[in-house]
């Protein structure tokens, strides 16, 4: 039977829980132990599919199709193991579900209530597709006191009784802040969150308490005293200069020591952080630095791209580099300015986006891309500006467009309403907007002879998808005349997948997000490629 560990916040939101659960899976996944990480979040939204990346941050999406938090990327990435469907929850998706059973009779003469259908469902989803693995880590989404999370935080004390304490490990992450007014560390904000969740009825068995400067042993025996938890049990996590020192800072606080002898169990092999040591000292140590431009509509906030810095970090990593991310608002960005902002530019790259807003912007700075020979990156939505661009600028067609922004031009671009996914049709909508896409993995076959083939190594690869306009088809044979070819194709050779310039040192659009399967130990290899060749442009 797996152990379920419990990962809850305190005090405020965004401390680390996703980095602190990521963490934790990767210690006891290198001890031996197979582990699986979910989210559970509090919002009512069925997922954060139709939420803007200023209200959520990124849409990280899985193999399987699902559009998910972005914590599931720090899983990914920390683990190794994809997520799916079955590992993000929200208060949405549940009273949708419950809803639903209602309407269909299942709880026929019954009144439905929070306690017990929501939080059955709750502990339904908690449980589920578990019996293979040693270790269930759930991480609860915003923090203990919030009306939201209340139906989470009773389904977990609800859960711990029905299997029992000993299967279950509750982990409470705070903020112990430092003010220096007074030069002090204050432990009451976590005395206070930890009494907020024992009023629930929850006494956390480890304390994890963040902060940005080391806690004195005094402060901890008060915090062991005052919430009632063994002093070894109060693991201390300071601030990190980069996110891949979170497992050595763990690991050195005997943070997944504590967790296997709460659980009364033995390590089965010694823990490897010599990868994590060799990232870290590239990414802190490394001198030589190019810069690489993202240009995009949600540059003002960081989350909105994670796992796009993350994977241009990965592949930076393995070029021996440091590459530092400069963020230009594509709305902003006006013709006259483009030459003095791309000016020290090793490399730009235009990320996946919906609608009309800031298109002007990605279409000029790939234009200055192409024509000046600097190494180019579109995905998604950014290849598609880059067709367009071609279009307009090359072949001379100025009306070119897409119709998911503009009806009366020529639709280089345009809503697919079928396409095909291990052997089945599948039909697509723009009237219902949730979860309606072409999303998860799908095939791509690859040209021979060309450099996505070359970068890949491969002729058949497998990426995520998230949008619902393609390229058009139809137009093939006329931008392979002028030297941009077709290079990444579906298996039945309708949607185009990838394009490159010929006559270019690197200039590649892809439909697909490869940002997704990117990991600090495994860097994409679209991404190290495209580091190289900003590197050799520099």
Same mark, same amino acid.
């Given at each position: 039977?797996?152990?379920?560990?419990?990962?809850? @916040?305190?005090?405020?939101?965004?401390?680390?829980?996703?980095?602190?659960?990521?963490?934790?899976?990767?210690?006891?996944?290198?001890?031996? /132990?197979?582990?699986?990480?979910?989210?559970?979040?509090?919002?009512?939204?069925?997922?954060?599919?139709?939420?803007?990346?200023?209200?959520?941050?990124?849409?990280?999406?899985?193999?399987?199709?699902?559009?998910?938090?972005?914590? &599931? $990327?720090?899983?990914?990435?920390?683990?190794?193991?994809?997520?799916?469907?079955?590992?993000?929850?929200?208060?949405?998706?549940?009273?949708?579900?419950?809803?639903?059973?209602?309407?269909?009779?299942?709880?026929? @003469?019954?009144?439905?209530?929070?306690?017990?259908?929501?939080?059955?469902?709750?502990?339904?989803?908690?449980?589920?597709?578990? #019996?293979?693995?040693? #270790?269930?880590?759930?991480?609860?989404?915003?923090?203990?006191?919030?009306?939201?999370?209340?139906?989470?935080?009773?389904?977990?004390?609800?859960?711990?009784?029905?299997?029992?304490?000993?299967?279950?490990?509750?982990?409470?992450?705070?903020?112990?802040?430092?003010?220096?007014?007074?030069?002090?560390?204050?432990?009451?904000?976590?005395?206070?969150?930890?009494?907020?969740?024992?009023?629930?009825?929850?006494?956390?068995?480890?304390?994890?308490?963040?902060?940005?400067?080391?806690?004195?042993?005094?402060?901890? *025996? *008060?915090?062991?005293?005052?919430?009632?938890?063994?002093?070894?049990?109060?693991?201390?996590?300071?601030?990190?200069?980069?996110?891949?020192?979170?497992?050595?800072?763990? #690991?050195?606080?005997?943070?997944?020591?504590?967790?296997?002898?709460?659980?009364? &169990?033995?390590?089965?092999?010694?823990?490897?952080?010599?990868?994590?040591?060799?990232?870290?000292?590239?990414?802190?140590?490394?001198?030589?630095?190019?810069?690489?431009?993202?240009?995009?509509? /949600?540059?003002?906030?960081?989350?909105?791209?994670?796992?796009?810095?993350?994977?241009?970090?990965?592949?930076?990593?393995?070029?021996?580099?440091?590459?530092?991310?400069?963020?230009?608002?594509?709305?902003?960005?006006?013709?006259?300015?483009?030459?003095?902002?791309?000016?020290?530019?090793?490399?730009?790259?235009?990320?996946?986006?919906? $609608?009309?807003?800031?298109?002007?912007?990605?279409?000029?700075?790939?234009?200055?891309?192409?024509?000046?020979?600097?190494? #180019?990156?579109?995905?998604?939505? @950014?290849?598609?500006?880059?067709?367009?661009?071609?279009?307009?600028?090359?072949?001379?067609?100025?009306?070119?467009?897409? +119709?998911?922004?503009?009806?009366?031009?020529?639709?280089?671009?345009?809503?697919?309403?079928?396409?095909?996914?291990?052997?089945?049709?599948?039909?697509?909508?723009?009237?219902?907007?949730?979860?309606?896409?072409?999303? @998860?993995?799908?095939?791509?076959?690859?040209?021979?002879?060309?450099?996505?083939?070359?970068?890949?190594?491969?002729?058949?690869?497998?990426?995520?998808?998230?949008?619902?306009?393609?390229?058009?088809?139809?137009?093939?044979?006329?931008?392979?005349?002028?030297?941009?070819?077709?290079? $990444?194709? +579906?298996?039945?050779?309708?949607?185009?997948?990838?394009?490159?310039?010929?006559?270019?040192?690197?200039?590649? $659009?892809?439909?697909?997000?490869?940002?997704?399967?990117?990991?600090?130990?495994?860097?994409?290899?679209?991404?190290?490629?495209?580091?190289?060749? +900003?590197?050799?442009?520099?």
């Amino acid at each position: 039977m797996a152990r379920f560990i419990f990962v809850t @916040g305190g005090v405020v939101s965004s401390l680390g829980k996703g980095l602190s659960s990521a963490s934790l899976a990767y210690l006891l996944q290198s001890r031996g /132990y197979k582990v699986r990480l979910r989210k559970l979040d509090p919002y009512l939204n069925v997922d954060p599919g139709t939420m803007s990346p200023f209200q959520h941050g990124e849409v990280f999406v899985t193999d399987d199709g699902a559009e998910t938090d972005l914590d &599931l $990327g720090h899983y990914e990435r920390f683990s190794g193991v994809s997520a799916k469907k079955s590992d993000n929850i929200t208060t949405g998706k549940i009273y949708n579900d419950v809803l639903k059973n209602e309407r269909k009779g299942k709880y026929l @003469g019954k009144t439905v209530q929070v306690i017990p259908h929501i939080t059955d469902r709750i502990k339904e989803f908690i449980k589920k597709d578990s #019996f293979k693995e040693d #270790f269930v880590i759930c991480e609860i989404g915003g923090i203990v006191g919030d009306i939201e999370s209340l139906p989470f935080v009773e389904a977990i004390r609800q859960f711990a009784n029905d299997i029992g304490k000993k299967n279950t490990l509750f982990i409470h992450l705070t903020l112990v802040p430092y003010l220096r007014s007074s030069d002090e560390i204050k432990t009451k904000p976590t005395q206070h969150s930890v009494k907020e969740l024992r009023s629930i009825g929850i006494q956390p068995d480890i304390i994890i308490c963040r902060s940005e400067r080391p806690i004195p042993l005094e402060h901890r *025996k *008060k915090i062991s005293l005052f919430c009632n938890v063994d002093i070894k049990n109060v693991i201390e996590t300071v601030d990190v200069k980069t996110i891949y020192e979170a497992p050595i800072s763990f #690991f050195k606080e005997k943070l997944d020591i504590q967790v296997l002898n709460y659980f009364k &169990l033995k390590s089965k092999k010694p823990v490897n952080l010599n990868p994590w040591k060799k990232i870290t000292k590239i990414i802190l140590n490394t001198r030589n630095q190019i810069n690489i431009a993202i240009i995009g509509k /949600y540059v003002e906030l960081k989350d909105a791209y994670k796992s796009l810095d993350e994977a241009l970090t990965h592949g930076a990593i393995e070029n021996n580099i440091k590459v530092n991310l400069i963020r230009i608002d594509s709305e902003k960005l006006k013709v006259s300015e483009i030459r003095s902002k791309l000016r020290n530019i090793s490399g730009i790259l235009i990320p996946g986006g919906f $609608g009309k807003r800031g298109t002007d912007g990605k279409i000029e700075a790939i234009k200055y891309a192409r024509l000046n020979k600097i190494p #180019f990156l579109g995905i998604c939505y @950014g290849m598609q500006m880059a067709i367009i661009e071609f279009a307009r600028n090359k072949l001379n067609i100025k009306k070119a467009t897409s +119709s998911e922004f503009d009806k009366k031009g020529i639709p280089f671009v345009g809503l697919i309403n079928e396409w095909i996914k291990d052997g089945k049709i599948i039909k697509g909508t723009d009237k219902d907007l949730g979860g309606t896409m072409r999303l @998860g993995s799908y095939e791509a076959r690859l040209k021979e002879n060309s450099i996505i083939k070359k970068i890949y190594g491969k002729n058949i690869i497998k990426e995520r998808h998230r949008h619902r306009y393609e390229v058009n088809i139809n137009y093939r044979e006329k931008f392979e005349k002028n030297g941009m070819l077709f290079s $990444g194709l +579906s298996p039945d050779g309708v949607l185009p997948e990838i394009i490159e310039l010929k006559n270019h040192p690197w200039f590649i $659009g892809v439909q697909f997000h490869p940002e997704f399967k990117s990991r600090p130990l495994d860097p994409h290899p679209l991404f190290s490629s495209f580091i190289k060749a +900003s590197k050799n442009h520099k």
